[in-house]
């Protein structure tokens, strides 16, 4: 199997932060990561190739753990997903299959994934891929949203996930392994988003905010209002 990529084999997170960051439920990045024992029985994990114990998450993982979550909300049972995980990771050789290049990018990407699915049999759940009508193969809602938020560091066969959009919508509110250690920060910048939100909720202006850290009133709105979503989702969740 190939050398990991460099950006994706970077310890990022601990395991709760993942839950905290994707606004999973505690103990489901845990759970797909790094696979759980219920009663006598254990469940391998998807992201990872075995059960570690390794709490540290690196950034390959997290990106893969981003995609997982897009399925967790349209009800795909994770057990479904493996199986597809390991062929891909075999037929890419390469250690994050979600988060490759070669499965976004590459043409013959998706047809690639189509037949990985069909062998497994997930093509009967909701898919990565959907054949539409003419036979066409395109990628399924949740696949289509996850690579609207990715950015790559080239768009190559070898390209990494250099960082996530935190909200599809919210073009510059990043997650970036290298800036704010992963939490959600201004594009450029260190400057977290709960920082800013917090202050904004203690009675600073946006306007005071923008001075305060040097930004754009445009890109402190963005924050707030990204800050604002996120808080309503923890309620909804």
Same mark, same amino acid.
């Given at each position: 199997?190939?050398?990991?990529?460099?950006?994706?084999?970077?310890?990022?997170?601990?395991?709760?932060?993942?839950?905290?960051?994707?606004?999973?439920?505690?103990?489901?990045?845990?759970?797909?990561?790094?696979?759980?024992?219920?009663? #006598? /029985?254990?469940?391998?994990? =998807?992201?990872? @190739?075995?059960?570690?114990?390794?709490?540290? *998450?690196?950034? &390959?993982?997290? %990106?893969?753990?981003?995609?997982?979550?897009?399925?967790?909300?349209?009800?795909?049972?994770?057990?479904?997903?493996?199986?597809?995980?390991?062929?891909?990771?075999?037929?890419?050789?390469?250690?994050?299959?979600?988060?490759?290049?070669?499965?976004?990018?590459?043409?013959?990407?998706?047809?690639?994934? #189509? /037949?990985?699915?069909?062998? =497994?049999?997930? @093509?009967?759940?909701?898919?990565?891929?959907? *054949?539409?009508? &003419?036979?066409? %193969?395109?990628?399924?809602?949740?696949?289509?949203?996850?690579?609207?938020?990715?950015?790559?560091?080239?768009?190559?066969?070898?390209?990494?996930?250099?960082?996530?959009?935190?909200?599809?919508?919210?073009?510059?509110?990043?997650?970036?392994?290298?800036?704010?250690?992963?939490?959600?920060?201004?594009?450029?910048?260190?400057?977290?988003?709960?920082?800013?939100?917090?202050?904004?909720?203690?009675?600073?202006?946006?306007? &005071?905010?923008?001075?305060?850290?040097?930004?754009?009133?445009?890109?402190?709105?963005?924050?707030?209002?990204?800050?604002?979503?996120?808080?309503?989702?923890?309620?909804?969740?």
């Amino acid at each position: 199997m190939s050398n990991v990529v460099d950006l994706l084999s970077r310890p990022v997170y601990g395991l709760p932060q993942v839950d905290r960051v994707l606004g999973l439920r505690p103990g489901t990045a845990r759970r797909w990561i790094d696979g759980y024992d219920r009663g #006598r /029985k254990h469940y391998d994990p =998807v992201v990872r @190739e075995q059960t570690t114990g390794d709490e540290i *998450v690196t950034w &390959g993982e997290f %990106v893969e753990t981003r995609l997982l979550s897009e399925y967790r909300n349209a009800g795909v049972p994770m057990l479904k997903m493996r199986p597809a995980v390991i062929a891909l990771r075999d037929e890419l050789q390469t250690q994050y299959p979600l988060a490759s290049a070669k499965t976004w990018l590459v043409v013959g990407g998706q047809e690639l994934v #189509r /037949k990985v699915q069909e062998k =497994v049999g997930l @093509e009967h759940q909701l898919s990565l891929v959907v *054949v539409r009508t &003419g036979q066409r %193969v395109m990628w399924s809602d949740e696949a289509m949203a996850f690579s609207q938020s990715v950015e790559w560091t080239e768009e190559t066969v070898d390209g990494q996930v250099e960082r996530l959009l935190a909200k599809t919508d919210i073009r510059d509110v990043v997650l970036d392994p290298l800036r704010g250690f992963g939490e959600p920060v201004i594009r450029g910048r260190n400057v977290r988003t709960e920082v800013l939100g917090e202050l904004y909720e203690a009675g600073e202006t946006v306007a &005071g905010l923008a001075e305060t850290y040097e930004l754009s009133p445009a890109l402190v709105d963005e924050a707030v209002r990204y800050e604002l979503w996120r808080a309503r989702s923890a309620v909804a969740a």
